[in-house]
């Protein structure tokens, strides 16, 4: 009988292979989904308080996905790489992410790391970058986006983001939260961030 992190795995990947991107199409045929399961005790964080909020906003297609997640919340292991020491406490309380797989996440993976980034309302998660390539898909629209030196642009639920290695980038909220779904690969797929816009842009 399939577990929930089956149907967690299941429903990802329904998203990500029906997204309408070359670069997210080759790495979903890519990446092997028969992968072996990880024993992990949940954790809550503050930031699960909008997964409701992100379920309604989702867009049709990622509404299964988000709903699945909201109604799952208390079952999974959520995580966060920064402290108050370096963003705030504001931050912290309003931020966390679920890798679904990778090498710390619900399915063991050594090659990519792929799960769910959450931020609250009126958040800005600064410039900062890292060796790993990173693909995001927003599932909620209305998030402004920015790579390199470039300035903030409003991203639309469903739009492809592709940050290359080493390149800085950064995101900030207006009223509603964003849920965005990531890839990373091509460097340590645990690795914290280098904060700040040091990365080429």
């Keep these: 009988m ?8 299941d429903r990802f990947h329904t998203y990500l292979a029906g997204v309408d991107n070359n670069l997210v ?3 979903v045929a890519r990446i092997g989904w028969d992968m072996p399961v990880r024993s992990l005790e ?11 909020r992100v379920a309604e906003l ?5 509404k299964p996905l988000a709903r699945f997640v909201a109604d799952h919340r208390d079952e999974l292991r959520w995580g966060q790489t920064y402290t108050a020491a370096d963003f705030g406490q504001g931050f912290v309380d309003s931020y966390g992410w679920l890798e679904v797989f990778g090498t710390r ?4 993976n050594d ?7 959450i931020l609250g309302p009126d958040i800005v998660y600064p410039d900062h970058h890292h060796i790993a390539e990173e693909i995001y898909v927003p599932l909620t629209g209305g998030t402004e986006w920015r790579m390199g030196e470039g300035g903030f642009h409003t991203r639309d639920a ?3 983001i592709h940050h290359a290695s080493n390149v800085s980038h950064a995101m900030r909220t207006g ?27």
């Design 105 to 108: 996440g619900h399915f063991v």
């Design 158 to 160: 469903g739009e492809v």
């Design 175 to 201: 009223t509603e939260p964003l849920m965005a779904l990531y890839l990373w690969r091509g460097g340590p797929l645990a690795q914290k961030s280098t904060i700040g816009s040091g990365g080429r842009g």
């Design 2 to 9: 399939p577990t929930i992190f089956d149907e967690l795995l």
């Design 111 to 117: 090659a990519v790391a792929a799960g769910l980034l």
């Design 42 to 52: 949940p954790r809550a964080l503050g930031c699960l308080g909008y997964l409701d």
């Design 58 to 62: 989702a867009s049709a297609d990622a």
């Design 25 to 27: 199409a080759d790495e």
